[in-house]
T-cell receptor, first 115, second 115 residues
Framework: AQSVAQPEDQVNVAEGNPLTVKCTYSVSGNPYLFWYVQYPNRGLQFLLKYITGDNLVKGSYGFEAEFNKSQTSFHLKKPSALVSDSALYFCAVRDGYNAGNMLTFGGGTRLMVKP | DSGVTQTPKHLITATGQRVTLRCSPRSGDLSVYWYQQSLDQGLQFLIQYYNGEERAKGNILERFSAQQFPDLHSELNLSSLELGDSALYFC??????????????FGDGTRLSIL
């Protein structure tokens, strides 16, 4: 079975400060990991993915994520938050060894960036 | 704009009724995925179609069914509706049938309200 956890329902950060949105996962094989963002009344938008290779993945809008196999984590980061980054962020995982598995999404973390 | 079109945007109906949600995937995408997003269940994968054939099934109720047509658009049919079916229903598409290698592109969803 595969699962993903986002331990924080909400993260508050001041504009200009660095932000981190946490994600931990559980799979039996190699993980394929994704971050998506959802703005109000919109569908999810792809930010970045980790399949293999460099543990630091760079994505859209200045976001990056660090894959840590020993801690089974894939935290989303950004050096300097913008008010426009305020949205709902979803981490998703898929077991790379099982082609039949679908993406499993975390419960989401609401990011609030205050001016 | 993701290129995925969902209609209608809003749907209000009564318990026991049947509705059809429609999705046009992004041009060139062969896979269509359906998800249900609710406050208590989060984002749940329902079903995937690839090039007209069912590819994978998730937490889809027996009262729900879907199909993908030769022009690759898809429909999700929900019958014998219950109050608990009120949710946002998203369609997503991707280039191929493997959800692990390519990002999914989401439509803006259909908000279904059961009265």
């Amino acid at each position: 079975a595969q699962s993903v956890a986002q331990p924080e329902d909400q993260v508050n950060v001041a504009e200009g400060n660095p932000l981190t949105v946490k994600c931990t996962y559980s799979v039996s094989g190699n993980p394929y990991l994704f971050w998506y963002v959802q703005y109000p009344n919109r569908g999810l938008q792809f930010l970045l993915k980790y399949i293999t290779g460099d543990n630091l993945v760079k994505g859209s809008y200045g976001f990056e994520a660090e894959f840590n196999k020993s801690q089974t984590s894939f935290h989303l980061k950004k050096p300097s938050a913008l008010v426009s980054d305020s949205a709902l962020y979803f981490c998703a995982v898929r077991d790379g060894y099982n082609a039949g598995n679908m993406l499993t999404f975390g419960g989401g973390t609401r990011l609030m960036v205050k001016p | 704009d993701s290129g995925v079109t969902q209609t209608p945007k809003h749907l209000i109906t009564a318990t026991g009724q049947r509705v059809t949600l429609r999705c046009s995937p992004r041009s060139g995408d062969l896979s269509v995925y359906w998800y249900q997003q609710s406050l208590d269940q989060g984002l749940q994968f329902l079903i995937q179609y690839y090039n007209g054939e069912e590819r994978a099934k998730g937490n889809i109720l027996e009262r729900f069914s879907a199909q993908q047509f030769p022009d690759l658009h898809s429909e999700l049919n929900l019958s014998s509706l219950e109050l608990g079916d009120s949710a946002l229903y998203f369609c997503a598409s991707s280039v191929d049938g493997d959800p692990g290698n390519q990002p999914q592109h989401f439509g803006d969803g259909t908000r279904l309200s059961i009265l």
